[in-house]
């Protein structure tokens, strides 16, 4: 389940189709990166599915909206950059 908080109320918010989300990164509401072993992206009306090598990943992040670093449990690192 995915939700999200408005500032006054939670509401259910849509999760990627056929992935789950363990964990989330996103510099505004239109900018979030998900992953549960594969990486997903959020930009403001849809989820997708980013293809990558390496994984499953567990934890990502980045230092801006332009790049996003994940990281797997097998030591893997994935940059992307926009």
């Known amino acids: 389940m ?3 908080w ?4 939670w509401a ?4 990627p189709a056929g ?3 363990d964990v989330l990164w ?9 992953s549960s072993g594969s990486i997903s992206h ?3 009306t849809a989820w997708q599915l980013v293809t990558t090598s390496g994984g499953p990943f567990g934890s990502v992040w ?11 449990s097998s030591g893997y690192i994935l940059y992307l950059q926009r």
């Open 62 to 72: 980045g230092p801006d909206r332009n790049s996003l670093w994940a990281v797997s």
């Open 19 to 21: 992935a789950g989300i």
């Open 2 to 4: 995915v939700i999200h």
């Open 42 to 44: 959020w930009d403001g």
């Open 26 to 34: 996103g510099t505004s509401r239109n900018d979030i990166w998900g």
């Open 6 to 9: 408005d500032g006054t109320t």
């Open 12 to 15: 259910s918010a849509p999760k």
